[in-house]
């Protein structure tokens, strides 16, 4: 398989300024090309042992060490979770650890955490991942039951104001809140997007039981994530509860097929559209939903709304004063994370029941094909990422 071919092809027709982006982003690490290639990465995976005996489970598709963050849920509170769904599948459940256990193996590299250490994190997450497996019942992490760096997080954001988080994103002149477009975080729209966005939420509102509060404000188009750069995605500052300390900010962002699908051998449900996918198994594998999160149609495509998360809300390795103890406990906390939302959305459309996760939970024998698989895994991106790099330096790259 040629990686520069195959990359070249997934990301075709996307937003060209976007994408020379992500290519960027891509460029920097290979961590970074890790979070910019699922596709490639599920293209390389092989299908047989632990990757086709495993149980079938709801999975985000995408699951890597920074797609854990906070969020505000539709009922205001804060918590800490699994946060990216666009990939999101019915799959074993081997897929999503071992992609998980590479990215550790990924954000470890350059960071002073030697190849023993690294070992000790992946293992730390799947005996913590097993073991909540095996107890059999679904928790959940908010700022009273969390510890660590998770709790530090958490803590911060408790006493943040609405004001506060608007001014990192936003301008405020003659009273009125206008998006930040910064070339980083934001870049500006057309006025036929303009049109257009603001025409949809109009048509969105007219069934809220506050309608005013959807007004349009401002549109910008998004610059978030890496792996989806390039996706149509925007922006939406509105009315919120009045102007300019109480607007809110919406994420409205294209929903496109999952890069697992293709090679999957488990049959899916039938969803109306994209959309519906992504959110109907977020809504499975949360314990608490996102805030405002729906799925709708825009110019005849299925899209993703719901409140912007800040892509700062959550946990980098290699952070300030990180202890290695620190990294111990977060990483287990990912794991539990992970088995309480697979026990959540168990025995739906297909998925194991929580019977069938329970066993595997307490089953010893995959811990250690999946801790070998990763290390070929890892040693597969660092290749790929290689090769990436040879291109971009030699122009093929260029939007």
């Known amino acids: 398989m040629n990686a520069v071919a195959q990359i070249l092809r997934f990301n075709a027709g996307r937003d060209p300024e976007r ?3 992500k290519y960027r982003a891509m460029r920097a690490s290979p961590f970074a090309f890790l979070r910019g290639t699922c596709h490639l990465f599920y293209d390389r995976l092989p299908l047989g042992g632990v990757f086709k005996s495993a149980p079938n489970v709801w999975t985000c598709g995408d699951l890597h060490f920074e797609n854990f963050g906070s969020y505000k849920g539709d009922n205001r509170l804060v918590y800490f979770d699994l946060n990216d769904f666009d990939e999101a599948a019915l799959a074993p459940a081997s897929w999503e650890l071992v992609r998980f256990l590479t990215s550790l193996r990924m954000a470890s590299d350059g960071r002073s955490i030697g190849e023993n250490k690294t070992q000790g994190l992946c293992q730390a997450f799947l005996d913590a991942y097993a073991a909540a497996l095996a107890l059999g019942k679904a928790y ?14 958490l803590d911060g954001l408790r006493h943040r ?15 009125q809140r206008l998006l ?12 036929t997007q303009r049109t257009a966005i603001t025409r949809f939420m109009h048509g969105f509102a007219k069934d809220r039981a506050q309608p005013d509060f959807f007004t349009v404000l401002d549109v910008a188009r998004r610059v978030a994530g890496t792996g989806s750069l390039g996706v149509d995605r925007y922006a939406i500052l509105i009315q919120g509860k009045g102007s300019p300390d109480g607007n809110y900010l919406l994420d409205l962002k294209q929903a496109l097929p999952s890069s697992l699908v293709g090679r999957l051998k488990v049959k899916q449900p039938k969803w109306e559209n994209e959309a519906q996918r992504v959110v109907g198994v977020q809504r499975r594998m949360q314990a608490t939903s996102m805030a405002f999160l729906e799925p709708v149609v825009f110019a005849k495509q299925p899209f993703v709304l719901r409140a912007l998360q800040p892509s700062e809300d959550r946990v980098v390795m290699g952070g300030a004063h990180q202890t290695g103890a620190d990294l111990d406990q977060l990483v287990r906390t990912m794991g539990q994370l992970l088995a309480w939302a697979q026990l959540r959305s168990a025995g739906r459309d297909g998925s194991a029941i929580a019977d069938e996760l329970i066993d595997f939970g307490q089953r010893k024998k995959w811990k250690d094909a999946l801790l070998g698989a990763s290390q070929d895994c890892a040693a597969q991106v660092r290749q790929d990422a290689a090769s990436f790099n040879a291109a971009w330096d030699d122009g093929a790259f260029r939007v």
């Open 19 to 21: 994408l020379g982006m």
């Open 140 to 153: 959940w992490l908010e700022r009273d039951t969390a510890q660590g760096l998770v709790r530090h997080l």
């Open 161 to 175: 104001e609405r004001a506060s988080f608007l001014g990192t994103r936003t301008v405020v002149k003659r009273k």
């Open 180 to 191: 930040r477009v910064d070339g980083k975080k934001a870049l500006p729209v057309s006025e």
